[in-house]
């Protein structure tokens, strides 16, 4: 009973003065010529009065910390530093506080007849730092490291190829499935005749009649060829497909166009050199961070099963607005002018809306009076007139699941009023 009397609640902040007023009447009722039965219950029950208010204080403790992680904020999850993003707003600075033009390396990236003086290093490691000290000090390895790194140790400073230029990069088990903060702003118009003018020199047969269009036509060829083409081979799949294919879609070669895929063809006219603006220093006034571009009509799980792995095809697939079906090699296609489906001077590269094919330059051919004329459109729009879930799979993948839209039963109304 001493440890009670002497206990003033101090080490466990509980206040006893209830208890002790109890305990301190235990002398005077001992004194009293009870029988040691009655001195047994009063120290009984001194005993269970004060566990009772230890229990009490207790639940009131719990009661009062369950609150406090109640009115707790959330710990704010923590950030893979797996990648580097652009588009953060703390990232959005002028390109050369972190990185250097040239960079040191340049005349090694590349072979030496092709060297040309680029940005083609990550930035040092000071450009990061400053903000990022906690994360680079963080545990043996820390994540922020592998942005640049290959195995983030003291032992290997090995690191990822830098995204330019491409042709290295892509090939990298990091740039296969590398997707880029930026889209290339590139005004067609301005460089139609600039770019003609190349193709005149460079071209020893000039055609007699040389229109707006033929300028156009040459202009196109300098930078968009067509992409591994079959020629007179007999394979025509771009990978070998199953042998039970059938009618089944399957990518062919000559399917898709290049396009210029880093700095050598615009550092042709862009340099120090020519003093042609913009300068190669200039990195905003080409690269402008990515907007949400619309869905293609491309299926991953179908490119995973046809072996696709090239990144420049790819990259052509999921940005098309139609589908892997129109193959530019094609003889009837091969044939046509570029200006027969494309409007050149019309095309805003930031603009999806602008490079999109319009149905009219399909319908010349595949809209007639009639499906018993021979036109696909036809066929299938009246095919999904007799069954809803009919899916238009002659030019689409995706998008033949969607309603047939406006744009098209416009140009089959159109074919069919010029019978």
């Given at each position: 009973?001493?440890?009670?009397?002497?206990?003033?609640?101090?080490?466990?902040?509980?206040?006893?003065?209830?208890?002790?007023?109890?305990?301190?009447?235990?002398?005077?009722?001992?004194?009293?010529?009870?029988?040691?039965?009655s001195q047994a219950r009063i120290s009984a029950t001194a005993v269970i009065l004060?566990?009772?208010?230890?229990?009490?204080?207790?639940?009131?403790?719990?009661?009062?910390?369950?609150s406090q992680i109640k009115r707790r904020p959330a710990r704010s999850v923590a950030?893979?530093?797996?990648?580097?993003?652009?588009?953060?707003?703390?990232?959005?600075?002028?390109?050369?506080?972190?990185?250097?033009?040239?960079?040191?390396?340049?005349?090694?990236?590349?072979?030496?007849?092709?060297?040309?003086?680029?940005?083609?290093?990550?930035?040092?490691?000071?450009?990061?730092?400053?903000?990022?000290?906690?994360?680079?000090?963080?545990?043996?390895?820390?994540?922020?490291?592998?942005?640049?790194?290959?195995?983030?140790?003291?032992?290997?400073?090995?690191?990822?190829?830098?995204?330019?230029?491409?042709?290295?990069?892509?090939?990298?088990?990091?740039?296969?499935?590398?997707?880029?903060?930026?889209?290339?702003?590139?005004?067609?118009?301005?460089?139609?005749?600039?770019?003609?003018?190349?193709?005149?020199?460079?071209?020893?047969?000039?055609?007699?009649?040389?229109?707006?269009?033929?300028?156009?036509?040459?202009?196109?060829?300098?930078?968009?060829?067509?992409?591994?083409p079959q020629g007179e081979g007999s394979d025509e799949y771009l990978t070998k497909?199953?042998?039970?294919?059938?009618?089944?879609?399957?990518?062919?070669?000559?399917?898709?166009?290049?396009?210029?895929?880093?700095?050598?063809?615009?550092?042709?006219?862009?340099?120090?050199?020519?003093?042609?603006?913009?300068?190669?220093?200039?990195?905003?006034?080409?690269?402008?961070?990515?907007?949400?571009?619309?869905?293609?009509?491309?299926?991953?799980?179908?490119?995973?099963?046809?072996?696709?792995?090239?990144?420049?095809?790819?990259?052509?697939?999921?940005?098309?607005?139609?589908?892997?079906?129109?193959?530019?090699?094609?003889?009837?296609?091969?044939?046509?002018?570029?200006?027969?489906?494309?409007?050149?001077?019309?095309?805003?590269?930031?603009?999806?809306?602008?490079?999109?094919?319009?149905?009219?330059?399909?319908?010349?051919?595949?809209?007639?009076?009639?499906?018993?004329?021979?036109?696909?459109?036809?066929?299938?729009?009246?095919?999904?007139?007799?069954?809803?879930?009919?899916?238009?799979?002659?030019?689409?993948?995706?998008?033949?699941?969607?309603?047939?839209?406006?744009?098209?039963?416009?140009?089959?109304?159109?074919?069919?009023?010029?019978?």
């Open positions: 009973m001493a440890h009670f009397a002497e206990c003033d609640g101090s080490h466990c902040g509980i206040a006893t003065s209830s208890i002790r007023s109890r305990v301190r009447t235990l002398p005077t009722m001992c004194d009293t010529r009870t029988s040691r039965k004060a566990a009772l208010s230890f229990a009490f204080l207790f639940l009131e403790n719990a009661e009062t910390a369950h950030v893979r530093y797996k990648e580097f993003p652009h588009d953060v707003k703390a990232h959005r600075k002028e390109c050369s506080s972190c990185h250097t033009f040239p960079s040191p390396n340049w005349k090694t990236i590349r072979p030496v007849a092709d060297a040309i003086p680029d940005i083609t290093e990550y930035p040092k490691h000071e450009s990061c730092i400053g903000c990022h000290m906690p994360q680079f000090f963080r545990g043996a390895r820390p994540a922020i490291c592998s942005i640049c790194h290959v195995n983030p140790s003291p032992r290997d400073s090995r690191r990822h190829p830098f995204p330019n230029p491409r042709e290295i990069f892509d090939i990298s088990p990091k740039g296969r499935t590398a997707t880029s903060d930026f889209q290339v702003t590139f005004p067609h118009a301005t460089h139609l005749d600039l770019v003609s003018n190349l193709a005149r020199e460079r071209i020893p047969f000039v055609y007699a009649g040389y229109s707006r269009t033929r300028r156009a036509e040459e202009s196109c060829a300098v930078c968009h060829k067509t992409k591994d497909p199953p042998a039970d294919l059938g009618e089944g879609f399957w990518l062919k070669k000559g399917t898709f166009k290049t396009k210029p895929n880093g700095h050598t063809t615009c550092f042709t006219c862009h340099s120090p050199d020519t003093g042609i603006s913009p300068a190669p220093t200039a990195c905003a006034s080409c690269h402008s961070l990515r907007v949400q571009a619309p869905a293609p009509d491309f299926d991953a799980k179908l490119a995973a099963r046809m072996k696709i792995s090239e990144k420049a095809v790819l990259d052509s697939w999921r940005m098309r607005d139609s589908s892997g079906k129109f193959r530019h090699e094609w003889f009837s296609h091969a044939e046509l002018s570029c200006a027969t489906c494309h409007s050149a001077e019309k095309i805003n590269s930031l603009d999806p809306a602008t490079k999109k094919v319009p149905i009219a330059a399909c319908s010349t051919c595949h809209a007639t009076a009639t499906s018993d004329d021979g036109g696909a459109l036809n066929y299938e729009a009246d095919a999904r007139k007799k069954d809803p879930k009919f899916e238009c799979t002659k030019c689409h993948l995706t998008f033949g699941r969607l309603a047939i839209p406006p744009t098209h039963i416009k140009a089959l109304t159109e074919a069919g009023a010029k019978q």
